[in-house]
């Protein structure tokens, strides 16, 4: 059974820290580019982070120099995660973990987690 499981969501005060974890289990992830999505109420979910398999890393724009994406392939589950410094009212939002590969056919496998809470706020 594929399954993403994310937690570390959690209420900080501005400035402060915070790192999410993501088990993604039940298939072969380590070949997966794993992301960090996160969405607002109303809003259209966007991409944070993402490292490939291989681990090069890419960044938003607001997060970069304060957010840092990584990733452990053991051999039956993968760990991201996203460790994020600095955090601002604005990194206010729920973060969903994401899986995708395109195999050579051009097929598309996606999956997502169910998404956990982040609320910065004094």
């Known amino acids: 059974q594929v399954q993403l499981a994310e937690s570390g969501g959690d209420l900080v005060q501005p400035g402060g820290s915070l790192k999410l974890s993501c088990a993604a289990s039940?298939?072969?992830?380590?070949?997966?580019?794993m992301a960090w999505y996160r969405q607002a109420p109303g809003k259209q979910r966007e991409l944070v982070a993402l490292?490939?398999?291989?681990?090069?890393?890419?960044?938003a724009d607001s997060v970069k120099g304060r957010f840092t994406i990584s990733r452990d392939n053991a051999k039956n589950t993968v760990t991201v995660y996203l460790q994020m410094n600095s955090l601002k009212h604005e990194d206010t939002d729920v973060y969903y973990c994401n899986a995708n590969y395109v195999n050579i056919a051009d097929r598309t496998y996606d999956y997502w987690g169910q998404g956990t809470q982040v609320t910065v706020a004094s």
């Open positions: 039940g298939i072969i992830f380590s070949i997966y580019t």
């Open positions: 490292i490939s398999s291989g681990g090069t890393t890419t960044y």
